[in-house]
C-alpha cells in the first residue's frame, strides 16, 4: 500500500514537470507545469504541486518539486529559508537585517497551506459572519491595570520621567532578587544566573549546554523589564512597592551587570546613570546577540520511508549501520547503569541540560 | 518461574516444560485442572498431553483466587460513598512524577504524565502533566473575565457565562512541551518512558472558537498578531500571528467532560493544536490583539533552540511528528521469548498520523503497525503490531510518517543539524534495547539506549 501511495506522488510531481500526455492521462491538472519560479528559484506554482500531492508538503519529494533538487536538509537548507521569496520561509521581510534590528516577526509559511486555508475560511473570506452581541463593550481605558504588555519596539514602556540611577536600582536589585539570583546576577540555588560570560558554542556535543543569559543571548533588553515587571519577585510579582521606576532601576542594574553598551562608542551603563525607558531602548538596540536569531526553519529533514535494507547511517550511533553501536546511561563506579549520575554525584548542576526551567 | 512451585503438581523435566512452551507459543492455550492441553498444539502432531505440564500449573499463587474472597462473600459499599469517584486503591502507583533536582522550586516546575499505564489515546484528567510558571492559583470562575482589546473596532470583556453561550465545539488534542524529550538530548538520563516522554497529554477539549471570539470584536487591518496573557502569578504570555490565531486555536472552558481541572488552566484556557503547550496559556484573562510580537521571555529567553553554530531559532510553534513504543518499554520486563504485540503512541502537531512503521533491529528493517484507535486531527494515536521475539538482543524502535509526508528522523541525524543544546524540540526516534533472555540475571531487561 506503501509503495503504491507513494508511487502516485511521485508520478503526479514527476508529471507536473514533463507534462507528458501520461500525466495528462493520470490524475494532475493539465495546466500543472513549472512554467515560472518565484524570484528564479522556487516553482511558483507551489499550492498546486502541494494539492495534487495530497496536501504532503512536508514530503521528500514535494519539497524538492518546490525548492529544487538541491534542496538540503539542515543548516544549508536553512539559508533558504531565510529567503522571503522561499515559500516554506516563516521569516517575513523586514526581519532580515542582521544589524540593530526592530521588532522581529516570523510567519506561517505559504508552503502550509492548509493553515492558511483554515484561517481564510474562518477570518478573512468569512463575509457571512454577524456579531452575536454576547460580551459587553468595554472602553480601552478601563483596562490599564491589566495592561502590563511592553512589545520588542518598546511599545507600553512607562514615561521617560520615570526611572532611577542605577546604584538606586542596585539596592532595590539586592533586596528582592539577590537572594535568588546572586548579587551580581551570578545565580543561586539552581535559579537562574542573569549575567554569565559563556561561549554559546561548544565544541563537543557532550559539554554541557552553554547557560544562556540576558548578555549573550537575549535579543531584546525591552524584555527584561515586561519579563520582571510581570513576573518578580517571584513571591509577589508585579509589586506596587517597587512599582515602575523600581523595576526599571532593578533591569538597569541586570543589564549594567551583563556590560551592556548604548552607543557605537561602547558606552556602558554607569552607576549615576538615570536608567528610564529612554536607556532602556538605547541598550535595547545594542544587544550582542541579536544578529543571531532565526525564525523557525523546521523540518529541517526530509526523509524518505525506507522500509527494508535502510542505509547504515540510519542504522546504530556511528553511521557504520551497526545496532549494537549504541550509547548507554552512564555506570555506577561498581558496573551498575544508574540514571542521572552527575547529578546525583553533584558533578553536574541540576536541569535538563540548562539552568533551570 | 517462581518459587511457589508445589512438588506434586510440578513434577517437571526440562522436556516437557519446553514443549508446554512451544504449544503455549502456538496459541489458543486453555488451562484445565492444572494440565493444558491444546487442541492446535495436538492437531499437528509431536504433542503428547502427558507430558504436557504448563509452565504455570501448581502456582499457589495462581489458583488460592479460586476460593470466593471478600469481594464474593460481603457486600461492597453503597453509592455516594465518593461523591466524586477515585480510582481502585490498587491503582495507586499510576501517578503523575517529577523529579525534584530538575527545577529549584515546585511552583516552576513540571511532572510527567504516566503513559505507560495509560491505554487509549485519552489521558484523565488527574493524570495529566502539569507546567506551572508561578504555582496554581485558585480562581473563582464568577471572579474571572476575558477581555478582547487591542488593535479591535470593540473592546469586549466576557464572563464565563457570556463565553459558554457562544457555539461550543468539542476536540481530542494532545498536549505536549516542547522540552518532552529534552533530558534526552546529550545522552540516556532516565530509563522510563515516564520522564522520557511523559510531558505531554492528550485530553477532550470543549470551547469556544478563538475565531468567533475575535471576529465579535472586529481585528483592525493592523492586527496582525495576538497576545494571550494568563491572570496567575507568571502572567504568562506569547505571540501568535492572525493566521495561526484563526486556523483552529479555541478557548477551552472543558476537559474531558468535566470543567478544566485548576492545574490546566481553570477556569478557562487557550488550547494551540499542534503547537507547542506553551503558547496554550492557562487561567486565560487578556487577549491582545497588536501589530507586532511581544517577544516576551518564553519567546526568546526560553522556547528557542539554541543551534551547534551559536545561533537561535525562534517562534518555533509547531511540535514535529513524533512516536514512541509504551510496550514494551523501559517501564517492563521481558517474560520469555514468544509473541508480544508491540503498542505505543504516535501524534504529529501538523495534522493526522500517516503510517507508523516498527524496528527490532535498530532501524534497518521495519514493518508497518496497525492503529487501534481512532486517527484523528493533531492527537495521540494509538499502534499495534504482533512481534515474536525469539529471545535474542533487540533493538526496538517506532517511526512515524504524518498526513503533511514528514518521516521522523533517527537521532544522529536531529544531532548532526540541530546539535545538543537546544534544549526544546527534541523529536527524534528513541531506542529500547531488549536483553536477550539467556543473559544472566538482566535477560529481559529493557534498557533505554540511544543512537
Not at chain 1, 118 to 140: H, L, M, Q
Not at chain 2, 61 to 84: C, H, I, M, N
Not at chain 2, 208 to 216: A, G, I, Q, W
Not at chain 2, 379 to 407: H, K, N, P, Q
Request: charged share 25%; glycine share 10%.
Amino acid at each position: 500500500m506503501y509503495n503504491t501511495k507513494k508511487t502516485i506522488v511521485a508520478v503526479s510531481i514527476a508529471a507536473l514537470f514533463t507534462g507528458s500526455a501520461f500525466a495528462m492521462s493520470e490524475n494532475s491538472n493539465s495546466n500543472a507545469e513549472v512554467s515560472a519560479k518565484i524570484d528564479g528559484k522556487y516553482a511558483s506554482n507551489y499550492v498546486e504541486i502541494i494539492k495534487n500531492a495530497d496536501g504532503k508538503y512536508l514530503d521528500k519529494a514535494v519539497i524538492e518539486a518546490i525548492l529544487g533538487e538541491e534542496a538540503t536538509h539542515g543548516r544549508n537548507g536553512m539559508v533558504g529559508k531565510l529567503d522571503p521569496a522561499n515559500p516554506y520561509s516563516f521569516e517575513v521581510d523586514d526581519s532580515i537585517d542582521g544589524g540593530n534590528h526592530g521588532n522581529a516577526q516570523c510567519k506561517i509559511p505559504k508552503a502550509f497551506v492548509e493553515v492558511h486555508e483554515s484561517a481564510a475560511k474562518n477570518y478573512f473570506d468569512d463575509d457571512k459572519f454577524v456579531a452575536r452581541g454576547f460580551g459587553t463593550p468595554i472602553a480601552e481605558s478601563a483596562l490599564e491595570k491589566w495592561n502590563i504588555s511592553v512589545d520588542g519596539d518598546g511599545k507600553g514602556l512607562p514615561d521617560p520621567s520615570v526611572g532611577m540611577t542605577i546604584e538606586e536600582g542596585a539596592k532595590i536589585y539586592v533586596q528582592f532578587c539577590a537572594m535568588c539570583h546572586g548579587e551580581f546576577g551570578e545565580g543561586a540555588k539552581g535559579y537562574l544566573p542573569l549575567a554569565v560570560e559563556e561561549d554559546l558554542v561548544t565544541s563537543d556535543f557532550t559539554d554541557p549546554a552553554p547557560m544562556k543569559s540576558v548578555g549573550n543571548y537575549w535579543p531584546y533588553a525591552v524584555t527584561l523589564f515586561d519579563y520582571i515587571r510581570r513576573t518578580m519577585p517571584f513571591w509577589t510579582p508585579n509589586a506596587p512597592y517597587i512599582g515602575d521606576a523600581g523595576y526599571l532601576g532593578m533591569t538597569g542594574y541586570i543589564l549594567q551587570s551583563n556590560y551592556l553598551v548604548m552607543d557605537d562608542e561602547g558606552t556602558e551603563l554607569e552607576d549615576d546613570t538615570f536608567f528610564n525607558s529612554e536607556v532602556l531602548m538605547k541598550v535595547n538596540k545594542y544587544m550582542p546577540n541579536q544578529g543571531n536569531w532565526f525564525c523557525d526553519h523546521r523540518p529541517v529533514i526530509h526523509n524518505e520511508r525506507c522500509m527494508t535494507n535502510c542505509p547504515d547511517e540510519q542504522v546504530g550511533w556511528d553511521g557504520t549501520g551497526d545496532p549494537t553501536k549504541y550509547r548507554q546511561a552512564r555506570k555506577l563506579p561498581d558496573g551498575t547503569p544508574q540514571y542521572n549520575v552527575p547529578q546525583r554525584m553533584h558533578e553536574d548542576k541540576p536541569g535538563v541540560g540548562h539552568a533551570g526551567m | 518461574m517462581t518459587d511457589k512451585m508445589e512438588e506434586k503438581v510440578a513434577l517437571q523435566t526440562d522436556a516437557s516444560r519446553n514443549q508446554g512452551r512451544r504449544a503455549f507459543l502456538k496459541g489458543s492455550a486453555a488451562v484445565a485442572g492444572g494440565v493444558m492441553f491444546t487442541q492446535a498444539a495436538h492437531a499437528s502432531g509431536g504433542f503428547d498431553p502427558k507430558k504436557a505440564v504448563a509452565p504455570y500449573t501448581g502456582k499457589a499463587e495462581l489458583t488460592d483466587v479460586l476460593q470466593d474472597g471478600a469481594a464474593r462473600k460481603s457486600l461492597g459499599f453503597g453509592v455516594r460513598k465518593y461523591p466524586y469517584g477515585m480510582p481502585s486503591p490498587f491503582e495507586k502507583e499510576v501517578q503523575r512524577r517529577t523529579l525534584e533536582w530538575l527545577t529549584p522550586d515546585s511552583m516552576a516546575s513540571i511532572t510527567m504524565s504516566p503513559i505507560h499505564q495509560l491505554h487509549g489515546i485519552i489521558t484523565p484528567n488527574g493524570l495529566h502533566f502539569e507546567r506551572f510558571h508561578g504555582g496554581v492559583p485558585t480562581i473563582n470562575p464568577d471572579d474571572h473575565r476575558l477581555v478582547i482589546h487591542g488593535l479591535v473596532e470593540r473592546p469586549l470583556i466576557f464572563t464565563m457565562d457570556d463565553l459558554k453561550r457562544f457555539p461550543s465545539i468539542s476536540r481530542i488534542h494532545f498536549v505536549e512541551c516542547p522540552a518532552n524529550g529534552a533530558l534526552e538530548w546529550k545522552g540516556i538520563q532516565l530509563n522510563s518512558v515516564q520522564w522520557t516522554h511523559g510531558m505531554m497529554s492528550c485530553v477532550e477539549y470543549t470551547g469556544v472558537r478563538l475565531s468567533d471570539l475575535l471576529k465579535e470584536a472586529g481585528i483592525k487591518p493592523e492586527g496582525k498578531w495576538i497576545i494571550p496573557e494568563g491572570a496567575d502569578a507568571s502572567g504568562m504570555s506569547r505571540s501568535l500571528p492572525v493566521e495561526l490565531a484563526m486556523d483552529d486555536c479555541f478557548v477551552a472552558y472543558a476537559q474531558n467532560g468535566e470543567a478544566l481541572r485548576r492545574e490546566q488552566g481553570y477556569p478557562i484556557r487557550l488550547v494551540v493544536p499542534g503547537c507547542e503547550a506553551n503558547m496554550w496559556v492557562k487561567y486565560l484573562r487578556r487577549i491582545m490583539v497588536h501589530d507586532v510580537p511581544l517577544q516576551h521571555r518564553e519567546e526568546t529567553s526560553k522556547y528557542t533552540e539554541l543551534m551547534p553554530d551559536g545561533t537561535a531559532q525562534r517562534f518555533s510553534w509547531y511540535m514535529e511528528a513524533n512516536s514512541v513504543i509504551t510496550y514494551p518499554s523501559p517501564d517492563f520486563k521481558m517474560q520469555g521469548p514468544g509473541k508480544y504485540y508491540v503498542r505505543g503512541l504516535a501524534w504529529s502537531g501538523r495534522g493526522k498520523v500517516a503510517h507508523v512503521d516498527i524496528s527490532t533491529d535498530g532501524g534497518r528493517n521495519w514493518k508497518e503497525a496497525h492503529f487501534t484507535s481512532v486517527v484523528l486531527d493533531k492527537a495521540w494515536t494509538r499502534f499495534e503490531i504482533e512481534w515474536d521475539w525469539d529471545g535474542s538482543e533487540a533493538f526496538l524502535m517506532s517511526r512515524v510518517t504524518d498526513e503533511t509526508g514528514y518521516v521522523q528522523p533517527p537521532m544522529p541525524q536531529m544531532r548532526k543539524l540541530e546539535g545538543t543544546n537546544n534544549v526544546y524540540h527534541r523529536t527524534a526516534m528513541v531506542t529500547w534495547r531488549v536483553h536477550a533472555w539467556e543473559d544472566g540475571k538482566s535477560g529481559g531487561l529493557i534498557e533505554n539506549v540511544q543512537y
